[in-house]
């Protein structure tokens, strides 16, 4: 009796070691130890040191709000943070302590789930099933905005139904869109040539993905992404995670953000962040469905 007991012991623990191995698989837990392990050895002099960050608005709910928020982006010329929500396609101006100041309903956008600033009363909006970018002007009188009106560019690569394009960042001095797929498979392309910033030039798009950056990427999905300006580097938010990632310029990770209790100085787990944000001086902003509002400071 004694053998077979062993034998099931043995086919048990092996049993529990596969699983155990496919998991920390699926959740990148060996690359991220990794990383960890050599971020404490080393810590990377040239990063942001997101890891430093504190929270000092922490799960504020952004009154008058009871549709889902999706994507964050900042507006460095009004000083403000727009946001979009995509059960009833609003795009939203938020103030930086995380109030509604004002709300535009949009029309024709199928499934809006990211926006970005890219220059003066230019945003460019997202329809995540149809890979749509769709490129919006907006001054302080318009009422609403019509997919029908603006530039739109489709690119249709690898369509998978409700994970699609879910994060954009603007590099304004490289006129470069980074456009982050969610997962399935979990991909950032840079797409140059959109929006078309000269109509005296031929209209020409290229599109130009990092494979290595993307292997780096020790998280199981992309909800939004962040380009720091001073520095050059990507800031990628992962939901599932509960983490954000730095990456430098040759798409190295140099440090994280963690979004769990205990971190940053978090009282509770962000429960799904779906925004992220930067302004000038750093500070970061992040939304969370269904309506939270979170704000993390780097060290002074």
Do not use: C
Not at 144 to 171: M, P, R, S, V, W
Not at 246 to 266: A, I, M
């Amino acid at each position: 009796m004694r053998r077979p007991a062993r034998s099931l012991f043995i086919l048990g623990l092996a049993g529990l070691l596969l699983v155990g191995g496919v998991a920390a698989q699926e959740f990148r837990l060996f690359e991220r130890a990794w990383f960890n392990l050599k971020a404490w050895w080393q810590p990377a002099a040239q990063g942001a040191g997101l890891d430093r960050y504190q929270v000092v608005v922490e799960a504020q709910a952004i009154a008058g709000l009871d549709a889902d928020i999706s994507a964050l982006t900042y507006d460095p010329d009004r000083k403000t943070l727009f946001t979009v929500t995509n059960k009833r396609p609003e795009l939203i101006e938020l103030s930086l302590d995380g109030r509604i100041l004002r709300r535009v309903p949009l029309t024709g956008f199928g499934d809006p789930e990211a926006v970005e600033y890219v220059g003066a009363n230019s945003y460019v909006i997202t329809d995540e099933r149809q890979q749509r970018l769709i490129r919006v002007r907006l001054d302080d009188d318009t009422r609403f905005l019509d997919a029908g009106d603006a530039e739109q560019l489709t690119l249709g690569i690898g369509l998978n139904g409700n994970k699609g394009f879910e994060g954009l960042a603007y590099d304004s001095a490289g006129k470069r869109l980074f456009v982050a797929k969610e997962r399935d498979p979990m991909l950032i392309y840079e797409v140059h040539g959109f929006p078309h910033e000269n109509p005296e030039r031929p209209y020409a798009v290229h599109v130009v993905q990092d494979r290595k950056r993307d292997a780096r990427l020790f998280v199981r999905d992309l909800s939004s992404l962040q380009f720091d300006e001073r520095s050059g580097h990507l800031l990628a938010l992962s939901d599932e995670s509960r983490l954000v990632l730095e990456l430098d310029v040759k798409g190295r990770p140099l440090s994280t953000l963690s979004l769990r209790k205990g971190f940053q100085g978090l009282q509770r787990t962000v429960p799904q962040a779906e925004g992220i944000a930067m302004d000038e001086a750093g500070t970061i902003y992040l939304v969370s469905e269904p309506n939270l509002f979170y704000v993390f400071k780097p060290p002074l």
